[in-house]
């Protein structure tokens, strides 16, 4: 059994809770505007390490990258996301850990390069869950998004710990990450906040329903 | 002309953007389950002074909240949020300072004790905010709520600065700050964060657009 694994999720968010701009899909991963959630990223050492750069900033938001990077050890992802980002990852993807992909189009495992493999998962989210679980060698299991996936788990309670990178920016409309998930009032409880000049990152464990 | 004075909105919100729980209205103001962004205030030294109430804690959400009441110079909310409040505030409100009521039905003004008094405004926001900047004597004008009030004001880019008491909790369901605001992409400068046992303090600048 793995059930002590942590399931996280770490993502991107406008103050008005919005992971992309309108219009996003496969084409328009960001939605319109949506690059002004990421671009903070871009520059960090911790980022482009991932994805085979060198140089890059030291800082406090690259340390909180970083640390969420090395602390997982499977990732889950929805279908959406898979197909607009398998193009751009190439043979040395920067997750470095097994990847599980929902899916209803059944297709063979791939591994690539760095420790990136692909799972194709077409029996829903627990069993996606608990194959990550199995893959994650005692580390963290990382919803990584689409919204649809991470609602999916939010829904039926399967995500341990949330952290938001909050953007200081008004989308007014986009994609919203807390949406379609019935009545919750599930309480949360503050493991850290961090402010800095690119993002405020508010982390927070999920206490379980009694 | 009195351009110069600050107009702020200053919410308690959970992590998933909701103001109020599901089913907000006159009767259930913070809609079912709401009390849970309310009920950290309740013990603070700066609130119950406010209530005509002695004692309290007095710690960083006390100073907080006293900073947010001792700049605010007038107040402008909708009417729902009056209607609800009329009695409970009774003789000697909480505001000490001059409200303006958005109205469609006309009503004589009331002073009452403290520095209270509320005016109706049935010609809209830019009227209501042009008396409440008039009144305010230099200080902030507080747009203090509802949702539907500061979703008014945020549309058109008339508040400077607001700040989010995000309560670690999720609702799911409820009553959303941040909707039918249209596009904006509005760039926010981060004023203060401050984090505390009870909630995490956020305020913004929101930056006019060119």
Redesign the interface.
Known sequence: MTTNVTVTADLMMS???CIA??NAGIGNPGGD?GL?LHEWIAGLASWRERQGLTGGEHNRDSEIVGEWFDATGAVVMGRTMFDTGEEPWGDDPPFRAPVFVLTHRPRQPEVKRGGTSYTFVTDGIHSALEQARAASGGRNVDIAGGADTVQQF?RVGLIDEIQ?H?L??????GLR??DR??????????LR?V?TPNA?H?K?R?TRKA
Do not use: K
Request: charged share 15%.
């Open positions: 103050v008005d809770g701009g309108p505007g002004r939010l938001l909050v200081p920016v008004l989308f007014g409309e990450l807390f998930l019935g009545l919750l009032h599930q309480e949360l409880e503050p906040v402010h405020t508010l927070y999920i």
